[in-house]
């Protein structure tokens, strides 16, 4: 039979039926492999050919090339890079027993004792984002819950984040509860206080190894032995197994959260990874987190520490500073009421509490060192100096890691010898404010005043662990359930934010893709991007749009992202309960402003980018609820078009509308990016249904052209340059600026700014000028206005001056 | 390391020295018949040419010179030892125009690319020029000022912005080589430093040449009083 092969793919299916059919010719009469197909990989005992006769006498498929069809590899000896390959088609590796004793049995026997490595349990777990597995969820599970998964479990397991919700739910519980509750001494005259001696008497409250005195409470048997509090698995098989299966508590790399001092003896200490710890102390046990006691724990003692003093700033579950100065006249009362308040909240919790006191905050937190364990100190005056002289800088506040390097570097490793370094140097180093403060510290000089109402700055939400992704959806489906997130503790604190802000932690080139500690983060680069909104806002949709967008501009490749965050900045305060969308306070101006001719495109393009944004997401019913809801949100803000926050691909203008001329006279490099985003929206408009577009945006901003060409000495070049790129800027928007690239501008300007090179900002703005005076425009006009008055604000603080440049 | 603060030192204060020559002849500070042109960077600038003028610039350099002498190099675009050279032109006791030199030095020890700093006189002289064409950037000029029989001021000075250590060092220096230097009064002169918080008369700026190469970066300045 001669056949003409028109290529290599007609071949291989010709040849591949042809195997099938000769396969077939093999009788079988049971039906015991039926659905199971085997490919055979190196030297078998019975070998392949009788595998695949025993097989296709019972049912089974026999394949000769390691294609998806495969559901099981027989083999008995694989080395591990080969496993890899074959762990992609996620089909099992069996020993050739399987098959004989399957045929012996006269059944299909299941496959685990026969299997030579099962991929799951040896290789890192992922964490899957994907449909299907959310499908293969018990029906039971109500159908938020499965979407939301992750970032529950992720937020119920993790400890830092209990820690920080608590300090932050304390902040609020001393705040609210102070002036109400109930004193057990009354506040002397002011004549007779410390404060008449010009001191204060701060007093430095803290639990001893909290975790693990809280866990011993109900383990009686364990007191006086060395235990941690980890989240790996006990050797007595108490705790959590929902990690580390299969891999020994030596090569442990979970964390040691709190020991005890017991164990501290041996070396052992907070932060260390379990394996390290288990080398140093045999016998040490391992309890699991108890969430729910240590907030009821803290509870108590907040509840206990307010009846004291009016005073009162909590810093952690476990510590608290309180001022006594309006309430005692010597350091000895108040050393009496210290060791009544350990008392009375030992008595209560069943936890061993220390302290220190002193006449600033600096010195009761050091004192407390001393205190440790079970104690008090006081730090008197006379005493600081040699005390100080002992102790090690890392134990003052606000020194980490980096400063402690520095300070080593410059031969300081404790207080007594960072006396000795000038004040010039520390703030020639450290910068002058921290110089400063360093400066006071190595005295013993704290001037901080107990900071009883915090307020907050920013509200964030982070995972950094766990996190394996293959598609970039995923992360973006992530994005939106840590918006979810967001959105529900900016609830609760009653915020809103006006600029978000999107982390990413990406691997770093270098670090291996599996990393040491179990489903960590491992050595990454950190990158952000924030975006300013015009109105404040606390809806997820609105966050996880503006994240989204900012995670198409980082662009990371999806399978380096090892962590991930969002922050709500600028923060003003909302009323408590209900999210406010951008939009609905939108609403009002964009009547006024737009007219409504000019809405329906708008309307229409966000029509076609929500369908976007709803695919692959949540099905059937909820959609429709979810997208007419959305649509009606972007009519209004797209309308008012500032809010458009949409994927930059969509905002282009169709090709035929670009002036060719324009482009032409762009430099090279911008020429080329213009093309990429045109390649790159072909390539979604097979996926988008309908990419409406009417109104031109910028795809990436035409700034800046990039600053180094400043510093290599050719401002003329590049003053050209930024004015090509105004003039491009402003042809491209007949109908006015996008807020956005107006934004970018102002950065540019600002980063000149930094720069010194007022003359070209100067130079630059006033080219703006002449460009926009020369169209007749009130959009642009007002750009012009709001961008001179950005500057003019910024020149004026660096320069006590303005620029010369018209209004 | 030494030798090229060394030309650093000696350019930007010859740069400045021209500069000072300039302004005063654009701005009409003193008459015009005692300035001779001379040549500088290959383009014209007019210099005084009197003996007393020229002590006092010379003398005033002098100090720039050794303060510059002393920036540190240690990693940082650093405000050093010399932050700002300030050249008030005053009228009836008052300030009205100050010319500055706000100077900023990267983080080099020597030159790589610039061996012949033709790049930096290339720069220094387009700032010149642009000094010398300054008087169509501000208001017109400053008539009254060459009428020095009224003046009961100095029609200009000098103003070094440092720190206060090298201040301190420098007063007790230079009394020795009879040319004191004086701490300025700052309520007489708080527009025109950075370090006030922007309150009251912020002043209208005109940059008029920001160099940035290998040795310096300058910005050249013109700050006038918004409203008169």
């Known amino acids: ?807 | 390391m030494e030798p090229f603060k060394e030309a650093r030192a000696d350019v930007i204060t010859e740069f400045i020295e021209a500069a000072i020559h300039s302004i005063l002849y654009v701005r009409g500070v003193y008459p015009a018949a005692i300035f001779k042109p001379r040549r500088k960077y290959g383009t014209t600038v007019h210099m005084c040419c009197h003996a007393d003028i020229n002590q006092y610039i010379i003398k005033s350099l002098k100090t720039v010179h050794s303060l510059l002498l002393e920036v540190r190099d240690n990693g940082l675009l650093i405000r050093g030892s010399l932050e700002k050279v300030e050249i008030p032109l005053m009228s009836k006791n008052s300030i009205i125009e100050v010319f500055q030199f706000i100077l900023k030095f990267p983080d080099i020890s020597a030159i790589k690319n610039d061996t012949y700093l033709l790049e930096v006189e290339e720069s220094l002289r387009s700032a010149l020029l642009k000094i010398s064409i300054s008087d169509v950037l501000c208001k017109p000029r400053l008539q009254e000022l060459s009428d020095h029989t009224q003046l009961d001021s100095p029609p200009f000075t000098i103003l070094v912005h440092t720190e206060k250590s090298k201040a301190a060092n420098l007063t007790h220096q230079q009394e020795e080589e009879g040319f004191p230097w004086i701490q300025v009064n700052p309520q007489e002169y708080d527009h025109t430093s950075v370090f006030q918080p922007p309150t009251r008369n912020p002043m209208k700026l005109t940059p008029i040449k920001s160099i940035s190469n290998e040795m310096l970066q300058m910005e050249v300045q013109l700050a006038t009083k918004e409203k008169e």
Request: proline share 5%; aromatic share 8%; hydrophobic share 35%.
């Open chain 1, 1 to 807: 039979m001669a056949f003409d092969w028109e290529d290599h793919k007609s071949y291989m299916t010709v040849k591949r039926q042809k195997l099938q059919d000769q396969l077939e010719d093999v009788e079988g009469d049971g039906k015991i492999f039926s659905g199971v197909t085997i490919y055979v990989n190196g030297y078998t005992k019975p070998d392949a050919d009788t595998l695949k006769e025993i097989i296709c006498k019972h049912g089974g498929g026999y394949s000769y090339a390691l294609t998806s069809r495969v559901s099981h590899v027989i083999a008995t000896n694989l080395p591990t890079a080969k496993i890899k390959a074959l762990s992609i088609n996620s089909s099992k590796v069996c020993h050739p027993d399987w098959i004989l004793d399957s045929v012996n049995a006269g059944s299909l026997l299941p496959t685990e004792k026969y299997e030579l490595y099962s991929v799951s349990s040896k290789s890192q777990r992922k964490i899957s984002f994907s449909p299907t597995a959310k499908k293969e969820a018990g029906p039971e599970d109500p159908p938020t819950k499965k979407d939301r998964s992750f970032v529950d479990e992720f937020y119920s397991h993790s400890r830092l984040h209990h820690l920080s919700t608590w300090a932050s739910e304390l902040k609020e519980f001393t705040s609210k509860n102070l002036p109400r509750a109930k004193r057990k001494f009354s506040m002397l005259s002011s004549g007779e206080s410390l404060r008449r001696f010009g001191v204060k008497g701060v007093v430095h409250l803290d639990l001893d190894s909290f975790f693990v005195s809280v866990g011993l409470r109900d383990r009686p048997g364990l007191h006086g032995q060395p235990v941690a509090v980890t989240h790996a698995r006990n050797k007595e098989g108490e705790a959590d197994t929902t990690e580390v299966v299969g891999v020994s508590l030596h090569q442990s790399m979970s964390d040691v959260a709190s020991c005890s001092y017991e164990a501290r003896d041996f070396g052992i200490r907070n932060g260390m990874s379990v394996g390290e710890a288990i080398n140093l102390c045999p016998s040490l046990t391992f309890i699991p987190y108890e969430f729910e006691k240590y907030h009821a724990v803290s509870q108590t003692l907040y509840e206990t520490v307010i009846t004291y003093s009016h005073l009162v700033e909590p810093v952690s579950c476990d510590e608290v500073f309180i001022e006594f100065s309006d309430y005692v006249t010597s350091w000895e009362e108040l050393g009496d009421i210290v060791k009544s308040l350990r008392s009375e909240i030992e008595e209560k919790t069943g936890c061993k509490v220390s302290a220190g006191f002193s006449h600033n905050l600096l010195l009761a937190r050091l004192a407390t060192r001393k205190a440790k364990p079970n104690g008090q100190f006081h730090l008197s005056e006379e005493e600081v100096e040699g005390y100080l002289k002992e102790t090690p800088v890392a134990s003052l506040p606000g020194i980490g890691r980096k400063m402690k390097e520095e300070l080593s570097k410059m031969g300081v490793s404790n207080c007594g010898e960072l006396r000795e370094v000038s004040l010039p140097k520390l703030r020639e180093v450290f910068g002058p404010k921290t110089g400063y403060t360093l400066y006071c510290f190595a005295r013993g000089i704290d001037n901080r005043d107990l900071t009883t109402k915090k307020e907050r700055k920013s509200i964030s939400v982070e995972i950094n662990y766990g996190m394996r992704f293959e598609q970039i959806s995923e992360a973006e489906s992530l994005l939106t359930q840590l918006s979810e997130e967001l959105q529900s503790r900016a609830l609760d604190t009653g915020v809103l934010g006006s600029s978000i802000s999107l982390k990413l932690k990406i691997r770093q080139k270098t670090a291996p893709q599996e990393t040491k500690k179990y489903l960590g983060h491992g050595r990454c680069d950190n990158i952000s991007r924030s975006q300013q909104l015009h109105i404040p806002t606390n809806d997820s949709g609105d966050i996880s749009r503006v994240a989204i967008s900012l995670l198409k501009q980082l662009s990371p490749n999806p399978s380096d992202i090892r962590g991930m965050g969002i922050a709500l900045n600028k923060l003003s305060s909302s009323v408590k309960g209900s999210p406010v969308k951008g939009g609905k306070m939108a609403d009002i101006r964009t009547l006024m402003t737009s007219s409504p001719g000019k809405r329906s495109p708008a309307s229409k393009r966000s029509l076609g980018s929500v369908l976007k944004s709803e695919r692959g997401g949540e099905e059937g019913a909820s959609v429709s609820v979810m997208r007419e809801e959305r649509v009606e949100y972007q009519n209004t803000a797209a309308g008012d078009g500032c809010t458009s926050f949409e994927s930059a691909m969509l905002d282009l203008p169709p090709a035929s509308q670009l002036d060719q001329s324009v482009l032409l006279a762009l430099p090279s490099d911008l020429q080329e990016e213009v093309f990429d985003s045109y390649s790159k929206r072909q390539d979604k408009e097979r996926v988008t249904l309908e990419p409406v577009s009417t109104e031109p945006s910028l795809a990436n901003p035409l700034f800046p052209p990039s600053l180094s060409s400043l510093s290599n000495g050719n401002p003329e070049r590049f003053l050209n340059e930024t004015r090509t790129h105004i003039k491009a800027w402003v042809a491209l928007y007949p109908a006015g600026p996008k807020e956005r690239d107006s934004t970018i501008f102002i950065q540019f300007l600002i980063s000149l700014i930094d720069l010194n090179a007022l003359e070209i900002v100067s130079l630059s703005l006033k080219c703006f000028h002449r460009v926009v005076q020369s169209i007749t425009n009130e959009k642009w006009r007002e750009a012009y206005a709001r961008v001179v008055a950005v500057i003019q604000d910024e020149v004026l603080m660096r320069y006590n001056g303005h620029l010369s440049i018209p209004p």
